[in-house]
């Protein structure tokens, strides 16, 4: 991997990995789309590294406090009341179903999950269920004609139940092109929280998996020489120097505007990589490392 390559990937996850658009998808089309090998799964696992760490310093007051107040209600129960001690047990509740598939699923994550007509399938389609939640919470907030407005759920009304949901949610982004934002919001607005709520549960329950996962392909990579170490680095950064300027505008931006933007440009990007393969114009694998 070039220098060149590593400064034009590091942008694009730190452009895609908090937008409902997919970042997977995202680094395995530039890839593609630029002649390029497929930069893989472990650079997309430890470029995310960096973009989490822009969670990490974005959410630190958050996070501050969940953490301060889960590691007391490990000894004091009445602490288990606090809503920020129940955010650090459900946090640990919604990352169970990725740790499990992610570990289930290795092999199919890094090869067949990677066809671009399965990623294309995905952008369709969690891009038309993105937009049925979108247009389910507008309706809510809104109120119809003769009725009011419906009031939604926030982050305190959060259960087990739904904690788990948002995870299963989570974990379909191991398929590139599900996006785990997009999959965790929808999730979340299908069962009835603010889109602000939703954003900001999906952002803190990806800390633990991504990190865990970063980690978890750097211990491999760093046995296995197969990582070209300075680029890599080189694209981290530059991931958690973008991916902080996106959070911070797309938590101003979902405070006041539909995801619809999100969601035509999915179905549309979708399309032409279908027409694309479709008519031989790109391989469905193309990109893809030579073995």
Not at 20 to 42: K, M, N, V
Not at 58 to 73: P, V
Not at 160 to 180: E, H, K, T
Request: net charge positive; glycine share 12%.
């Amino acid at each position: 991997m070039s220098w060149f390559e590593s400064l034009i990937l590091g942008l694009v996850q730190g452009l895609t990995e908090f937008l409902p658009i997919s970042s997977s998808a995202h680094l395995r089309l530039t890839a593609a789309f630029s002649g390029w090998e497929d930069p893989g799964a472990a650079f997309t696992a430890i470029t995310q590294i960096g973009t989490e760490t822009a969670v990490l310093i974005y959410f630190r007051k958050d996070i501050g406090r969940i953490l301060s107040a889960w590691t007391r209600s490990l000894t004091d129960q009445q602490m288990r009341r606090d809503d920020d001690a129940r955010m650090g047990w459900l946090v640990i509740v919604g990352s169970i179903p990725i740790g499990v598939l992610g570990v289930t699923l290795k092999d199919q994550i890094e090869g067949p999950f990677r066809d671009l007509r399965l990623t294309a399938a995905m952008l369709i389609g969690m891009g038309v269920v993105l937009g049925v939640a979108d247009r389910l919470a507008a309706r809510d907030e809104n109120g119809g004609r003769h009725r009011a407005a419906k009031q939604r759920k926030e982050l305190t009304d959060l259960t087990v139940r739904d904690g788990l949901i948002y995870g299963v949610c989570q974990a379909m982004a191991l398929v590139p092109g599900v996006s785990r934002s997009g999959a965790t919001i929808s999730g979340g607005l299908f069962m009835g929280y603010r889109r602000e709520a939703a954003a900001r549960y999906s952002f803190l329950l990806a800390i633990p998996a991504v990190l865990a996962s970063g980690l978890f392909e750097l211990k491999d990579a760093a046995g296995n020489g197969h990582v070209s170490w300075g680029p890599t680095v080189f694209a981290t950064v530059i991931a958690f120097g973008t991916g902080y300027l996106v959070i911070a505008w797309f938590m101003k931006f979902i405070a006041t505007k539909s995801f619809m933007p999100f969601v035509w440009y999915r179905i549309a990007l979708g399309i032409v990589i279908l027409v694309l393969v479709g008519t031989g114009a790109l391989s469905p694998d193309a990109g893809e490392p030579a073995h």
